[in-house]
């Protein structure tokens, strides 16, 4: 493979070069700002701040692919997602379901076989695209939330709320290239910003678990 192959993936960009998609770039920075209010918002929880290094990870790799635009900035770009993915199940399999540490393991394992099952299933949808690749993740967060409306409402309703965003970013994602025609910009940036949203939500979603399971009010600091 041919690391340095460009990539011309979204409607923003009109060439090769460097700046050539600046909306798209710059609007990574909305991950390194949720990671950074959520980093303040975990002090004491070492999984919270980890999801926070791999949130502001996505927001430098997702930088660099609208930017360099390579097969390598691509790697860069999809590799802290899937961290953040499988560190959030790990994390939930931890706190939301109380699994001991080999079983959260093995819970986290599973998500592969998961991902390619359901991502092939959402690939028969033509009008997804590339965005197939993302519907399991939101299916997963969505089934969670129904499996834990009894056990843990808040948090069911608070994983609810963070599939429901992701299900709209994923629409702002699958919608650059259609209408590219009448909206050059494109839509891509959309989701970079709603995904950022969603994603320091989600660690806020933890960090609430955290501190309403050891009988804290959730507050500004962390705790």
Do not use: K
Not at 130 to 143: C, E, Q, R
């Amino acid at each position: 493979m041919d690391w340095m192959t460009q990539v011309d993936a979204y409607c923003e960009r009109t060439d090769l070069s460097y700046w050539s998609e600046p909306v798209n770039a710059v609007t990574n920075a909305a991950f390194v700002i949720a990671a950074a209010v959520m980093w303040r918002r975990t002090a004491g929880l070492p999984l919270g701040r980890a999801l926070c290094a791999v949130l502001a990870a996505i927001g430098l790799g997702s930088y660099l692919f609208h930017t360099h635009a390579t097969a390598w900035a691509s790697v860069a770009d999809v590799a802290p997602i899937l961290g953040f993915i499988l560190l959030y199940l790990y994390a939930a399999n931890r706190t939301f379901w109380g699994l001991g540490r080999r079983a959260a393991l093995a819970g986290v394992a599973l998500f592969f076989p998961y991902a390619a099952a359901t991502g092939w299933l959402f690939g028969q949808l033509p009008w997804l695209g590339a965005s197939a690749g993302y519907a399991p993740v939101a299916l997963l967060i969505l089934v969670h939330a129904g499996l834990l409306a009894r056990r843990a409402p808040a948090t069911a309703r608070g994983l609810a709320l963070g599939g429901g965003l992701l299900v709209l970013s994923l629409g702002f994602r699958t919608l650059d290239g259609p209408l590219c025609g009448v909206l050059p910009l494109g839509t891509h940036f959309l989701w970079h910003l709603l995904n950022a949203t969603m994603l320091g939500w989600m660690i806020e979603v933890y960090r609430r678990d955290m501190a309403a399971r050891v009988g804290q009010t959730p507050h500004p600091a962390g705790g």
